[in-house]
Every structure is written in C-alpha cells, then in structure tokens.
C-alpha cells in the first residue's frame, strides 16, 4: 500500500448500538446525538431500523430531513416493506442511502432465515434492484448490501451473492462478522479472498461490520482495512448487540495514529471524540469504564514514576497521541456566577446546542443556580446540565419535588410528586433504606414497580462542590431501562435518574403497544 487510502466511518451507534440492553432513546436524543455525530464528521449515520416501528420510522426521518454533513442511512431487511419503508425514510436526506442485508452463511439459511441458497440470491438480486430504483431518483442516494453473517459463509457462495449485489446496483458491500467468530489474522486473509473471488468488490466500496463477542471487533476491523477495505461500520464507545461492535474511537486513533502502518486516514474531527462519547453514554446510561482506551478517565494518567518522569522530559516517551487530540483537555473554567446570557448562548453553540429563548431562559436559571453553589462552571457541567434539561423536556414523567427522612433509628420515610401530563401524581414509602425508600415512592407515583439492577455515584469534574452523577439499570416486566442524572444532591439525581430510568420502560412499552395494534390491524385485513 504506496499511496493514502481514504476511509469512511460508517457510525451505526443509533441502529446497532440503541439494541443494547437498556441504550433505548427517543426521538429528541437520537437527533442530539445524529447532530453531534455530523460534528465529528462521520461519513455515515445509521440512523435506525425504520420498519421496526412507526417511533424508530420517525426518528430516522426527522434525522434525514434536519442534520445536514453526512449521509443518511436506514437498514431494512431483504424484504419489498423494509425497502420501500427505509426509502421513506430516508428519501430527504442531503444524501441519503439505502442499506438492506440477508443472511449467506450455511446456520442461518436453515435456522434463522429458512431459504435455500437459491432463494437467498434471487432475494439480493430482487431486493438490490428495487432498492437501487429507489435511489436512482436521487442523485445523492445510494445503496449498501450486507450478507449477515459473512464470516461464517462458503466464501465462494458469498462471493456469487456479492457479485449479484454489485450488479443489481450496490455501491457499498458490507461484509460483516456479526457474531464476533472471527480472528483478525483469518478475517484479513477472507477479505482478500474475497477481492480474489469477486473481481466486481474492486469497483465499489467495501465495508465491514464487527461484532465484540471475542472482544476483537476493532482488530478485525483494523485487519479487514489492511486488506483493502475502505469503509468500517463502528459505534461510540463500542455499544451495540450483546458485548457490542467496534468501537469509533479506537478505530479512528488507530488509524491516525499508525497512519503509517495503514497506509489511510479518515475524515472524523477527532477533538470531538470525547465530547460525542460522554454524549452517547449519558443519553444511553451506559457508564464508560476508567480504563477505555482513548475515552476513559484513565487513558491519559500516568501512576508510574518512571513514566511521570518520562513524560515530564518528552511526553512522546509514554503518550502515543495527546488528550487534546480526542477533546478531553477541556475541562477549564469557561463561565462565571457574573456571565450573562449572550456569553452562555455563544459558549452553548460552541458545544453544538442550539436552544430556544425559552430553551436557553432555562437553562440560563439553571446555569444560575451552578454558579451560585460552584466557584467554576466548566464545559463538563454545563455538558451534563443542559443536555438534561434539553432531554427531560422529552419525559412522560418529570420529577417536581421530593422529601426524605432518614438515620440510624428511624425507617426511612420518602414522599415524592411527579408530573405526569400535566397533573400531579403523589407516591410515598416506607422501605429499609434511603435510596430504596426514594425509589419505591416513585413506583408509587408512575404506577409501575422496577427492580434496581445497577446503582453507580460518581463525581463530574474534581472538588468538593463537584456535580454528582448518578446512573441506575431497573428491571420492568423483565426488561432493563437505564437512567442517568447529575445534580449537587446525590439523592436528587438518584431520584432523577430512576424517574428517567421509568421513562424509557413507559416509551418502550407504549411502542410495543402501537407495534401490537398495527399488527392486529394488519391481520384483520
């Protein structure tokens, strides 16, 4: 490899990353995160599923009418519905693409499936041709074919499939390990297979798609773009199905920071890195471990003395990349308890949001209300406290007050009011601990009963006045919902998180509702 490759990031956090347990957003989350995602200058957003149900349909076409710098896409399967559907979907976007798939390996055709290897190309070929019509009344538009399961096909039969897609009018073939089997040693040596058996995957784009169950998605991915891919479907902070898909963030450092090696580049703003990441986790509630590379509180520290003393001399002895290139170094104060409104409206727009004058009043008072307890806003504050306002604003249920009494000798006593459209719900209890008899009063008040599965505290930035962050998992009717919330009181955002925890289980349910109806409307006629 002479000359410098160009890879696409194809950022399927929204579609393959929300079917984490529990990372379900709503509309208004999906489109803050789509609209960071186009700030850090992916090639790609997968925006979701849009026949999954008439709320993800929404969802993918508010993102493919409002965000503007990247391509727009919607999955559907093999199916004329899915097409024509995702096509619906995504039809507005600047460039819009369709993205539909079926499975090529031997298990999944009998198991999964149930089609013959006959049926499975006539399929493409059916499927690829409509999508590609579709598209061909866009300029912009395109169309991507992936063969669910690729790394476990006949490479022979996978490669009649990916000609076929090629021909119906596939620009991008996506070969995907979907249930994380591969070794990036055996995955390089099957893309050139590939290539080798399918002399069409040189005219077009070649993706691929790595599932974490080995916990070798960037690495397979990493060794499919040696091979000759130009395009890696990837997720912030790697979430996604079961133990998730490559993560963005490593796939990107690695290749800019062994461009040499790779021979390639992309086009993501990476200074964004940390900023998209902390988003994806607080919408999601899925904590960021300490440890993850490029992202995580640790991954610029140094304990040892010996690399301390290193990087005090030249920090090339121990950083291979600088924190500044991923946006972490920017936790410096930025506004005071005497900066007014036009100061915090221009410093929010540095961040991506742009808010109402109702909107930014709000979160004016609540920036007020910072600065009057903490001697320093920084950007992670006001991150965590105007992203919250911003999404609650989404809520069938709103925390309004509550009241908890507790100590050594008595019961803990908790009395909570939450706003349920427009009208005041009161709950109460009485349990054995403080957090438990919170959350119980709140049970009470929604009118739904969860089981805490996860609890985690942690501080925001630094000092004793520091935001507290709480995250919660609560079971509902054997599902799991996450919930995250900030505040200076640990029991408020406790309360907080729960309430948004219960949100996500009453949006989901109601989806299922409407996908229940839609079915049997579907079946009586």
Known sequence: MSTTRYIRIFDTTLRDGEQAPGASMNRAEKLEVARQLAKLQVDVIEAGFPVASPDDFDAVRAIAREVEGARVCGLARAIENDVRVCWDAVRHAEAPRIHTFISTSAVHMKYQIRKTPDEVKADTRAMVTLAAELAAT????????????????????????????????????????????????????????????????????????????????????????????????????????????????????????????????????????ARTSRLVSNVTGYAIQPNKAIVGRNAFAHESGIHQDGILKEASTFEIMRAADVGLAESDLVLGKHSGRHALRAKLADLGYELSDAELDEAFRRFKDVADKKKEVTLLDLEALV?????????LFTLRSFVSQSGSAIIPTSQVEIEVRGRVRRGKSFSNGTVESVFKAIDDAVRMKGSLADYQVRAISEGKDALAEVRVAVTVNGETYNGQAVSFDVMEASAKAYVRAMNNAAGAQGRERLQARAAATAKGQ
Not at 387 to 395: A, F, P, S, V, Y
């Open 387 to 395: 992203g919250e306002e911003i999404r609650e604003r989404q809520d």
């Open 138 to 273: 866009r300029a912009e538009a395109d169309v991507e074919f992936s063969a669910m399961d690729a790394s476990r096909s006949e490479p022979e039969f996978l490669a009649e499939v990916l000609g076929i897609a090629v021909e119906a009018g596939a620009t991008t073939i996506n070969i995907p390990d979907t249930v994380g089997y591969a070794q990036p040693l055996e995955f390089g040596d099957f893309i050139r297979e590939l290539y080798r058996l399918c002399p069409a995957l040189a005219d077009v784009t070649v993706s691929c798609h790595c599932h974490d169950d080995l916990g070798l998605a960037v690495a397979n991915s990493l060794a499919a773009v040696r091979a000759g891919a130009t395009q890696v479907e990837c997720a912030v902070n790697g979430i996604g199905e079961r133990a998730g898909n490559a993560s963005l963030e490593e796939v990107v450092m690695a290749i800019r920071t062994r461009g040499d090696y790779f021979a390639a580049e992309t086009g993501v703003k990476t200074d964004e890195i």
